[in-house]
C-alpha cells in the first residue's frame, strides 16, 4: 500500500496530475478517525489518491468518488484495485453536476474538482449530508493566488480566482453551515452543517 502510494505521488508528478497535498490529507485522515466518519462522497477522484487515502484512515470507511475524465477514472479504477480498496472505493465516471445520485447519505463530502464550480458542487451536494455533516473544500488558497489577485496577468486565471473568492465570500455568508478556513497545505475549507437544518 505504500509502495502503492509512492508510486501514485510519483505518477501525479510525472503526468501532471494535481493531487492533494500532503498536509492536506493527513489533516482529513485525522478527521475522518477523529469524527468517527464512515460514508464520504468525493467530487474530483483523479488518479485515486485522496480516496484510496481517505479509505484507509479506517476500515469501516466507504468512499464513492466521481472522476469525468476517463482516462484518469480507468487510472483510478486501477489503482483502487491494486490497494483492494473496490469493496470500499466505489468510482464512478461522470461529470459530478450532471450525476444524478442515489439517496444515500454522506458524512463528509470532499470537494476537490473544478475550481470555478464549488459553489454549484456545493450546493448540489449538500442536500446528501447526514446530520452534523461536513463539506470539506480543498484549495482555497489556489497556490498563493487568492492573496495576490491583482498580480495575475492571465484573464482566465484571475476569473477562476474572483470565483474562489466568491465561494469564501458564500461560505462565510452561509447560515446553514459553520465555515473554519484553514491554512492547511494548499488551503481547507470546513463547512459543518448546523443543527435543525
Ligand atoms: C485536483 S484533481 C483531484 C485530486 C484528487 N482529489 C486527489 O487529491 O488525489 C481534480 C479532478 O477533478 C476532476 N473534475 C473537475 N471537474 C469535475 C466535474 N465537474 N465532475 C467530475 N470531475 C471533475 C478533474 O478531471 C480532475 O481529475
Redesign the pocket.
Known amino acids: 500500500m505504500k509502495e502503492k502510494i509512492l508510486e501514485m505521488e510519483k505518477y501525479a508528478k510525472d503526468y501532471n496530475?494535481?493531487?492533494?497535498e500532503k498536509a492536506s490529507?493527513s489533516y482529513i485522515m485525522q478527521f475522518i478517525k477523529e469524527n468517527n466518519i464512515k460514508n464520504i462522497l468525493?467530487?474530483?477522484?483523479?488518479?485515486?489518491?485522496?480516496s484510496i487515502l481517505m479509505a484507509s484512515a479506517s476500515e469501516d470507511v466507504k468512499v464513492t468518488t466521481?472522476?469525468?475524465?476517463q482516462n484518469?477514472y480507468m487510472e483510478c479504477l486501477k489503482n483502487v484495485k491494486a490497494c483492494e480498496l473496490e469493496k470500499r472505493i466505489n468510482v464512478v465516471c461522470?461529470?459530478?453536476?450532471e450525476l444524478n445520485l442515489a439517496d444515500v447519505s454522506y458524512d463528509l463530502i470532499f470537494i476537490?474538482?473544478?475550481k470555478g464550480?464549488y459553489t454549484k458542487f456545493f450546493e448540489k451536494y449538500k442536500h446528501f449530508l447526514t446530520d452534523r455533516g461536513v463539506i470539506i473544500s480543498d484549495n482555497i488558497k489556489f497556490h498563493g493566488h487568492v492573496a495576490n489577485k491583482d498580480k495575475i496577468a492571465s484573464k482566465n486565471l484571475k476569473q477562476l480566482v474572483g470565483k474562489l473568492e466568491n465561494y469564501i465570500e458564500f461560505l462565510k455568508n452561509n447560515e446553514e453551515f459553520e465555515t473554519t478556513f484553514l491554512d492547511v497545505g494548499d488551503g481547507l475549507s470546513v463547512s459543518v452543517l448546523k443543527d435543525g437544518k
Request: zero cysteines; aromatic letters at 4%.
Open positions: 496530475v494535481p493531487i492533494i490529507i468525493e467530487i474530483g477522484s483523479a488518479i485515486g489518491y485522496s466521481i472522476e469525468r475524465d484518469r461522470q461529470d459530478a453536476l476537490d474538482a473544478a464550480q
